[in-house]
Every structure is written in C-alpha cells, then in structure tokens.
C-alpha cells in the first residue's frame, strides 16, 4: 500500500522559526506518542485484502474510501457469522432429539450396561461435566478480567476526557474575562483614538509647514502617531470579533463533548446486569453439576436450571457475542487513528494532520497553522501567531509615537503656541489616555498569548488524543474485545454441554427387552453421537430409560429396587418417566 500524499511526519527536534516572531511561553517540545502493544495488535486484524489506512476515508477516491469501509463491515459480519451459525447449530441439535443428537440435544446421558459397552460411553459424562465446568470457570476469570481491564479503562478514558473538558473550561473562562476586558478597554480606547486622531489631524492650524520652519518633526510625528492609532483601531475591532467567534466555537463544541462523555457510561445498569449474569448464573450451573457428581438427584433445582438459569444464560451468551462482534470494528478504527497512516506510523499526531492535508490540500491558513502547531509537538515552523505578534509590533509602535507626541509638546509648548494659534492641552491629556489604554491593551494581549502557549494547548491535546483516545480507551476496548470473545466460545460450550446437569439415565439389556415386541430395534449401528443404537431404538419406541450401573445389586437384591435416591434402572418397556428438556 502506498504512503499516501500530503503527509506531514512530526520532526523528532523541532527547528526554531525563521521569522522574528516572540514564541510566547519560549521553545517548547511536546511529548511524543508511544504506540502501544493494544494498538499494535488490532492493528493487526484481518481486513481480508481491503484497506486499512483510516486517512483514506477523507479522500476524494471513493475506491479506498469503499475499501476501507467494506473491510470493517466483512470483520464485523465475519465473527457475527461465526457465533450465529454455532446457535444454529445448537437449535438444529435440540431439534434432532436425543434419538440422532444424543446429550447434544439436552437430553440427559443414556449409558448401555457396561457388559455391553464396547465404547465405554459410562466415561463421556465426566468428561463432559469437567468440560462444561472447566468452560464456566474460564468463563468467571474472563468475566473478572472484563470488568478490571475493560469497564475499568472505559471509566479511565472517561475521566481523563473529563479532567481534558475541565482544563478546556478553564481556558476558556480565562480567556473570557480576557476577552471582555479588552472589548471594554478596547471600545474605550477607539473613542479616545477618534478624538486623538482630531486632534492630531489639527495639529498645527496656523502653520503646516511648522516642521520646516522650526526644525521640529512635530507634524511628521504626529501624522505617524494618526497613522499607528487607525490601524490599531482595525486591529481592536476585527480581533475582538475573531475572538468572540472563537471562543462560542469553543464552549459549543466542549458543552457537546461534555455530554457524551456523561451518556458515554459503559458501567451502567446494563453493563451491571450483564456482568452480574456473568459471575451468578454460571455459579448455578455449576452448582447443579457438582450436586449431580455426588449423586445428589434434585429435581427441582434440575427444572430450575433447565427453565430459569439456562435461558437467561442463552440471553447472557446472546448479548456477549453481539457485543464482541460491535466492538470488533470500532477497535479496529481506533487502533487506525492512533497509529497513523500508510507505512510510516507517525501515531494519531500524524493522522490527524494528513487528515487535515486530505480535506483541504495544501492550505496554509490560520487553521492549519493551529492544528499543526499544537498536534506536531510544538514544532515552532507551525507557530501560528506571527501575525499577531506583527499587530502587537503595531501596537507598540502606537505607545512609542503617543509617548513622542507627549514628549516633543511638552519640550516645544512655548514654540508650539506662538506658531500655531492653538492650546495644547487636550492633546497632551488626550495622548496620555490614549497611552494607559494601549498600555492596558498591550498587557491584555500579553496574557491571550501565554493563554494559549504550546504547552497549555498541547498538554491538553496530549491528555485527550494520546492518553484517553488512544492509551485507555484503546486498552479498553481491545480488553472488551478479547474478553467478550472467551467468554461467548465458554458460553456457547457451556449450552451445548448442558446434559452435565443431569443424572445419567441407564440402560440394562435383560431378557424382557428381548422378549417384548421392538419392531424399532434393526440392524446395528451408531450415532453420531456415539450411543448405541439399541438405546435410541428404545427411546424411539417412546420409553424413557433411567437406572444405575450397579446392575449386579439389583440383581441380587430385587427388593432393595428401586433406590430411594439416585439413578435406576428400567427394565420392563411398559415403564415410564417424565421426559427433561432444557
């Protein structure tokens, strides 16, 4: 895949700028983006051949835009397929009946008498209940781990974007009351500039040649001072405007920030009920497996496992399975973002600024200047208010030529009188208050400028990019993804190993069985499943067969049958039992 056009790398030593502008809080170089082992591997997901670089998405080439697009939406459909097709297969066992599914069908174990049980089938169900509790403890440990790893780094994300909001609010607030004190100095100060400006434009009524006849730069200077006031003037007006525009921008964009990040709450009460289910229901399942294993046969907690616990299990391994195939893709766009695009992973630092190049070419705006100077650590051949430092030059230049004009009417006033007809002091008076204001306005600017110093923009960019989108959010994420995944297989397993919580049902071959009429018993085979056919023969004829082992004790002591507890045998084929299905 080629390195897509318009990139810019971050440089690892920023150079300092080539022009005169004051770099407002002095050179400083932002930290740098550590990839981490999270992002590396959903990085690694299988696109089966389609895009992976997330830049491409801002391109005007529909082609990778559809690519890339078309690869999330194959991993996504790819691992729904997976765990819809296994709950297909678990209904289309459940329908079959034990009779062509065996145990997979939910029935309970049938064992052949062991004389008879050339498969050893008397084995499968302790292999399968330690199976099925292996799958519910691996299930509880995942469960652990999804809310210690996953929830936990959500909860992270959320507070680091939280502290990124408040620091944001902050600078805001800050440069409000910044904002309305130059509108109020800055309103009073063009008053006072209009009437400086009169003044100034009449300097010297009675005679305009005052310089040349009296070797004083008087008009010169006043005329520059007139000059400096105007532009200014412009500057005031249109920066306010900018400002103010900026800043509503700004308290728009967090106040909607601010509340996904309220409604952004993975620990609610679904999340709470979904992680209780996964701790709870398999501690029932087991518990009736383990009471099973003691010979314990309670038929009532039996009929609540199968009618209570297991279906909201089902619902339980449902919505894990879904959640695992959703987070899928947004894991994916994630590790994307954060490690930049094409060959060359310059991190979410550099996606961002391609993204940016993609959308607007090679603008070299105001706004490019800002996004790259505080997303390229601070790199100063970015720095983005060296026009504003220009104006503030400006501004300077407007005190300096009031204080000159103070100065040359005070040093002049008897020279000033005499040749030019005029009182001067509401110029003087009018100077000095044109003086304070820039002063005022000056010291105003100073403070916007260290408000919106590197490190305090980047820090916050820092906090939000590189440690809540792409440090904790990704963990998460990745954690949720991975946990999800073990535990809907365990899930899965632990539904279609749900005979474990049954007793076995046995089967002893004794003469009656010969001898009554069993058109259904044929030719020998076997099941899929492994049990004989001489079971489901029976079974098929409608007979439910349950009975123990021990097929010598019974034998030697008829009246000790059947037993008060446990398994029985079932020896004549007019016997029935209750049938039990999940």
């Not at 100065?407 to 002049?412: A, C, E, G, P």
């Not at 000033?416 to 000095?432: A, E, F, H, N």
């Not at 820039?438 to 590189?466: G, K």
Request: with cysteine.
């Amino acid at each position: 895949m080629a390195t897509p056009k318009n990139r810019d790398i971050f440089l690892q030593s920023p150079p300092m700028s080539t022009n005169n502008a004051t770099i407002y809080g002095g050179t400083y170089l932002g930290p740098a983006y550590h990839i981490t082992g999270s992002v590396l591997r959903l990085r690694a997901l299988p696109r089966f051949g389609y895009q992976h670089d997330i830049t491409e998405l801002f391109t005007s080439n529909p082609d990778e835009q559809a690519s890339y697009a078309t690869g999330l939406i194959v991993l996504f459909v790819f691992i729904l397929l997976f765990f819809l097709l296994w709950t297909s297969l678990l209904l289309i066992l459940k329908c079959m009946g034990p009779g062509n599914a065996g145990f997979l069908s939910g029935h309970p174990f049938v064992i052949p008498d062991r004389a008879e049980d050339d498969q050893q089938l008397y084995k499968r169900p302790l292999r399968v209940r330690l199976a099925f509790l292996s799958s519910c403890i691996i299930l509880m440990i995942f469960s652990l781990l999804f809310v210690t790893m996953g929830l936990t780094n959500v909860d992270n994300t959320a507070t680091s974007m939280s502290a990124s909001l408040r620091q944001l609010g902050d600078l805001v607030g800050q440069a409000e009351v910044i904002a309305q004190k130059l509108e109020e100095v800055g309103n009073s100060a063009i008053a006072i500039r209009d009437s400086a400006v009169e003044e100034l434009g009449n300097f010297c009524p009675a005679n305009p040649n005052l310089d040349a006849y009296a070797g004083v730069n008087a008009m010169e200077i006043a005329g520059r001072a007139k000059n400096d006031l105007t532009t200014l003037a412009n500057f005031i007006r249109d920066g306010l405007s900018i400002l103010r525009t900026n800043l509503n921008r700004v308290e728009v964009w967090s106040g909607r920030a601010d509340d996904v990040v309220l409604e952004w709450n993975l620990w609610g009460w679904q999340f709470k009920l979904l992680s209780a289910g996964l701790f709870i229901l398999p501690a029932f399942l087991m518990m009736g497996v383990g009471l099973v294993m003691l010979d314990l046969d309670i038929k009532c907690y039996q009929k609540t496992l199968t009618y209570v616990f297991m279906p909201l299990f089902c619902v339980v391994t449902v919505t894990s399975y879904v959640v695992c195939a959703l987070v899928l893709p947004v894991s994916a766009v994630m590790a994307d973002t954060c490690i930049g695009g094409g060959q060359a992973y310059g991190g979410p630092d550099d996606t961002v600024l391609t993204i940016f190049r993609n959308l607007r070419g090679d603008d070299t705006s105001i706004l490019f200047l800002l996004i790259a100077y505080y997303t390229q650590r601070c790199n100063s051949i970015y720095y983005p208010f060296g026009q504003v430092t220009k104006y503030l030059d400006d501004l300077d230049g407007a005190i300096d030529s009031t204080n000159t004009v103070i100065d040359v009417v005070q040093n002049n006033l008897d020279l000033l009188l005499d040749q030019c007809g005029r009182s001067y002091d509401s110029v003087v008076s009018l100077m000095k208050d044109v003086n304070i204001s820039l002063r005022t306005l000056r010291n105003s600017a100073d403070q916007t400028l260290n408000l919106v110093q590197c490190r305090n923009i980047n820090e916050l960019y820092v906090n939000t990019v590189h440690d809540a989108t792409c440090t904790y959010s990704v963990e998460a994420l990745a954690w949720i993804f991975g946990t999800s995944l073990v535990i809907s297989v365990c899930g899965l397993i632990i539904i279609m190993f749900r005979a474990a919580y049954y007793p076995e049902e046995y089967l002893e071959l004794s003469k009656s069985w010969i001898t009554a009429p069993a058109s259904t018993i044929t030719t020998p085979s076997r099941t899929g499943s492994g049990d004989s056919d001489d079971v489901f023969a029976v079974q098929r004829s409608g007979l439910e067969l349950k009975g123990s082992p021990e097929r010598h004790d019974r034998n030697q002591n008829p009246s000790l049958w059947p037993p008060r507890k446990g398994p029985r045998y079932v020896t004549d084929p007019n016997e029935h039992t209750e049938a039990v299905e999940l």
